[in-house]
């Protein structure tokens, strides 16, 4: 490959391409391969104290009894906060994208309201939906106590991880409903065509067309949203605090153990236990994906 | 497993948005079924639902900022019938927004403009083979993807480097964040076609003029979605800012707001007002630029 080089010196992509990598390397690399080292190290939050190796005790405390209820915790909660929320992003964000890919009058308004979410932010976002969901007198309290019902939302433990998931979902929805509309659009108007004229029903130009058609766009969101999803902890942290259990996920355990917040654990502040955790989430991360691409793989084959 | 069952779900979500199913088996006249698809009806009252379902936390929120503390414990759910427009000036003073707004402005601009640049001189060489062993740096751009959570170690490299609380450091660690964009822009090269290099290097344009001149407009769908995927996520960081920066006045609007709500929790009209504050120039801004936005993240998807 390198011998159909065109230009006249090397030395400029070099250069680039070395200056690059040693950016990349010494900001993203360090600190990733750094975790993995800190996570047998009892290294803790203040520079100057001595670093001791203390091989896979991190790893063992994370699973002992003494933590394993937190641990199990924020294991449960990471899985079904990535799994439930990337399902029903996905489910939701294709209806929306089947919907705006009509041509409705207006719909370039609806295409832009439904990515807002995207550009406000998480901490808007956070405080938005805090307000719907405030306690005394919010209008989901009010909407609730019309049928006598009555709610502590997100300070009810069987409820915060839900309400958590339903405004992610409406946070992060329109990246989703874009990646489909844009496969949407390499959808070939005859196919429809072709389906309608044998007498397919819209159901079944959509199981039949549509679906398979789209199969790559849906791998692609499925990846990134799981991905993302078992990663994020920006929006659980506005809405619920970095401490409250019903919706700890792994990241956020990571931030307590690691920086402090009022963690009740004798463990506070220690940053090797954290680098561990931190490990953890790695590993599953890693299952969960290659999981979720060989199914996808197996149905678009199918398809 | 419940990846692949979502796909199915998903269908049946969509359906009900689609156009009515016609019963399959009887063929309708065509007149019938072209009258049909002018007047969707039932694509407009989805379309309805989802607008209240994305407009109405903001209006809500609007609502809210404009009442007094009074007002809002004597009726939290009405609306508002005395307005308050000084509640705006009110927050705006106590909150320093205008400076958190303008720090988070320099993090996106900043972070997404070394890291698109980074994307552009890293993909581009190896996209081409331009670059000894550029097949093991491609397996290095898809490893980006899976770095493991790094918060204790990105805050202990900034410490060690004397970069801890700085701007700089900030900006650095979130500017190498390039995640999916070399794969994303390596994709996008391989459509533009080896000839032209060579036709370029023929007529004498060196390396650095011809990716700046050549390559960079030609990417250019590519790039503005690297550079927006990017500047999304910058704009939503919170607890990196929370770890990396301890100085209030190098705080992101999305740390800042945080800490006002941490103050003024229990006044939800202020909090309101200030929360309105934050979100009001990104609604500005968004108008004026979704077009671009929507249409670019579309184009560049599809590749």
Do not use: H
């Amino acid at each position: 490959m390198t011998e159909s080089f065109p230009f006249p010196r090397r030395t400029p992509v070099r250069l680039t391409f070395g200056l690059g990598m040693l950016l990349l390397g010494i900001f993203g690399f360090v600190p990733a391969i750094g975790v993995l080292i800190a996570s047998f190290t009892d290294l803790r939050g203040l520079p100057g104290l001595p670093i001791n190796f203390v091989g896979v005790q991190n790893y063992i405390d994370f699973f002992s009894p003494a933590k394993w209820a937190d641990s199990a915790n924020a294991l449960r909660n990471t899985i079904i906060f990535a799994v439930v929320s990337t399902a029903v992003q996905i489910v939701v964000a294709l209806a929306i994208a089947v919907l705006l890919n009509r041509k409705l009058r207006g719909r370039d308004f609806y295409r832009a309201v439904v990515f807002m979410p995207t550009i406000l932010g998480v901490t808007v976002t956070g405080l938005v939906w805090s307000l719907i969901f405030n306690v005394s007198g919010g209008p989901a309290a009010s909407l609730l106590d019309l049928f006598g019902g009555r709610s502590a939302f997100f300070g009810d433990p069987n409820l915060a991880l839900s309400l958590v998931i339903l405004v992610q979902v409406w946070m992060v929805l329109g990246v989703s409903v874009i990646i489909f509309l844009s496969g949407l659009q390499a959808v070939p108007e005859e196919l429809y065509e072709a389906a309608e004229i044998d007498g397919a029903s819209g159901w079944q130009r959509f199981r039949s067309v549509t679906v398979p058609l789209l199969a790559p766009s849906i791998t692609a969101n499925v990846l990134l949203g799981i991905v993302n999803a078992l990663q994020s902890y920006q929006l659980i942290y506005v809405l619920s605090g970095p401490n409250n259990r019903s919706t700890q996920v792994l990241s956020l355990l990571v931030y307590v153990q690691g920086f402090g917040g009022a963690s009740g654990t004798t463990l506070s502040q220690s940053q090797g236990y954290a680098a561990a955790v931190s490990m953890v989430q790695f590993v599953l991360v890693a299952i969960v994906s290659i999981l979720a691409l060989a199914i996808l793989r197996r149905r678009e084959a199918k398809l | 497993m419940s990846t692949t069952t979502s796909t199915d779900t998903g269908a049946s979500t969509a359906a009900a948005v689609e156009p009515r199913p016609q019963p399959s088996g009887t063929r309708r006249p065509a007149e019938e079924r072209r009258r049909r698809r002018r007047m969707p009806i039932g694509a407009y009252i989805c379309a309805l639902i989802l607008m209240v379902v994305f407009l109405f936390p903001l209006l809500y929120l609007l609502n809210t900022a404009l009442k007094s503390q009074a007002e809002f414990v004597a009726n939290p759910v009405g609306l508002v019938s005395d307005p308050q427009w000084g509640n705006f000036a009110t927050a705006w003073e106590k909150g320093d927004f205008g400076a958190y707004i303008l720090n988070s402005v320099l993090y996106t601009a900043a972070g997404s403009a070394i890291g698109t640049l980074l994307t552009l001189v890293l993909a581009f060489p190896v996209a081409r083979g331009y670059i000894r062993g550029a097949k093991y740096w491609s397996v290095v751009f898809v490893l980006v993807l899976f770095l493991p959570n790094a918060l204790i170690t990105q805050f202990q490299l900034l410490l060690r480097l004397g970069l801890y609380d700085t701007q700089l450091g900030y900006i650095l660690l979130v500017g190498v964040g390039v995640g999916v964009g070399p794969l994303l822009l390596s994709g996008f090269v391989k459509s533009i076609p080896r000839e032209l290099d060579e036709a370029a290097a023929m007529d004498g344009v060196g390396y650095w003029r011809y990716l700046f001149t050549f390559i960079l407009p030609l990417a250019r769908p590519a790039l503005v979605t690297v550079f927006i995927l990017q500047a999304v996520w910058i704009w939503n960081e919170i607890i990196l800012a929370t770890v990396l920066l301890a100085d209030p006045t190098k705080f992101p609007v999305t740390v800042g707001l945080y800490a006002f709500k941490g103050t003024y929790g229990n006044q939800w009209p202020l909090l309101a007002a200030a929360t309105f504050i934050v979100a009001a120039p990104l609604i500005v801004g968004y108008i004026f630029i979704q077009r671009y936005l929507v249409n670019g993240v579309v184009g560049a998807v599809k590749g």
